[in-house]
């Protein structure tokens, strides 16, 4: 069984750079959802995708999208990024919303 | 708005001594969810409590819920160095079952 895993590891782009996250879900599971978590803070929900269809969303603006394949692999798209975009960047994979999520180790997003 | 909060922010303890954590919510839940974080990187789910479980244990682990209260603990009993780490706990709300999360609880365990 592979796990969760995210792509890449560490980023670092300037402000109004656009990047994408990649993020892969564990087999068999169909709904992904995203978090950002800033330094020393909890996760916060960005939004969730089922069977390739955005499932909820948190208090993001626009310029935070994202995608799902039919593979159920996901990506995080962010355009014109800002300062305050620096964080870790998770992605979980589920059976479901409200099932166990599991976790891939992040991706590390620097905003210069 | 965060709907998971943890208490206390921090803890410390000595290694084999028992650590309780307290997590309160808003609003009707589907279930409860706690997790491990090491040094900023994946979470890992440790216990998921649905809203109709009051108890359930994993090795060392006892979580409660008291829907009634919104609030839940996380117990650990004899605790180990290896347990450093922030926990939190993430409610699945009913309406939509997105998990929220609170700031967490850092952990640490003095050997």
């Known amino acids: 069984e592979t796990g969760v895993t995210q792509s890449p590891t560490h980023l670092i782009k300037t402000r109004g750079q656009q990047v994408t996250l990649r993020c892969s879900s564990q087999?068999?599971?169909?709904?992904v959802s995203w978090y950002q978590q800033a330094l020393g803070q909890g996760p916060q929900f960005i939004f969730q995708y089922y069977r390739e269809e955005e499932n909820g969303r948190g208090n993001f603006p626009p310029r935070f999208s994202g995608l799902q394949f039919p593979n159920y692999s996901s990506e995080l798209n962010v355009n014109a990024l800002e300062l305050d975009d620096s964080a870790l960047y998770l992605c979980?994979?589920?059976?479901?919303?409200?099932?166990?999520?599991?976790f891939g180790p992040g991706t590390r997003l620097t905003v210069l | 708005s965060q709907q998971g909060e943890e208490d206390p922010q921090a803890l410390s303890i000595q290694e084999g001594e028992n650590a309780t954590m307290n997590c309160s919510y808003k609003?009707?839940?589907?279930?409860l969810q706690w997790y491990r974080q090491n040094s900023g990187r994946g979470l890992v789910h440790l216990i998921l409590?649905?809203?109709n479980e009051r108890e359930k244990h994993s090795g060392r682990l006892r979580v409660t819920l008291d829907t009634s209260k919104k609030s839940s603990s996380l117990l650990i009993t004899a605790s180990r160095a290896a347990d450093t780490a922030s926990y939190f706990c993430a409610p699945a709300m009913d309406s939509n079952y997105q998990l929220i999360w609170g700031a967490g609880t850092k952990l640490i365990i003095k050997p």
């Open positions: 409590i649905r809203s």
């Open positions: 087999s068999g599971h169909n709904t």
């Open positions: 609003t009707s839940i589907n279930n």
């Open positions: 979980a994979s589920s059976l479901g919303g409200a099932d166990t999520q599991y």
